[in-house]
């Protein structure tokens, strides 16, 4: 048989029960959406001084840590960010848990 238009060699045809591309497409690079970004960043650990103690814990927990801190310190910014943060994932405190009263001047007039 011989070669030429609409009649390739043997050795290039494809083969029974192959895929004509094997390899496929090469993949593209990963798109990562800025969600992806900062739940990989928040998740990282970090070590933090605790009492003196060095402890490691996520950088999401880290920042709740020192946000709940400023609130405690009366940093009224602190305190709503808290509040809104709480709102957004409820559930019961701890026993021991203080609670944060945020007070305005407007809410003094009253």
């Known amino acids: 048989m011989t070669t030429g238009?609409?009649?390739p060699p043997r050795g290039g045809r494809f083969k029974k029960g192959q895929s004509?591309?094997?390899?496929?497409r090469p993949r593209q690079a990963r798109q990562t959406s800025p969600a992806?970004?900062?739940r990989?960043?928040?998740n990282e650990d970090v070590a933090i001084e605790l009492d003196g103690d060095q402890v490691m814990m996520t950088r999401w927990e880290a920042l709740l840590r020192q946000i709940?801190?400023?609130?405690?310190n009366k940093d009224a910014g602190a305190a709503r960010?808290?509040?809104q943060i709480r709102k957004q994932y409820p559930g019961s405190a701890?026993?021991?848990d203080k609670f944060i009263m945020v007070l305005s001047?407007?809410?003094?007039k009253l």
């Open 105 to 108: 001047d407007h809410d003094m």
């Open 94 to 96: 701890a026993p021991a």
């Open 20 to 24: 004509g591309n094997p390899k496929g």
């Open 36 to 38: 992806h970004l900062f």
């Open 68 to 72: 709940h801190t400023l609130a405690l």
């Open 40 to 42: 990989k960043v928040a």
């Open 81 to 83: 960010l808290l509040h």
């Open 5 to 7: 238009y609409r009649n």
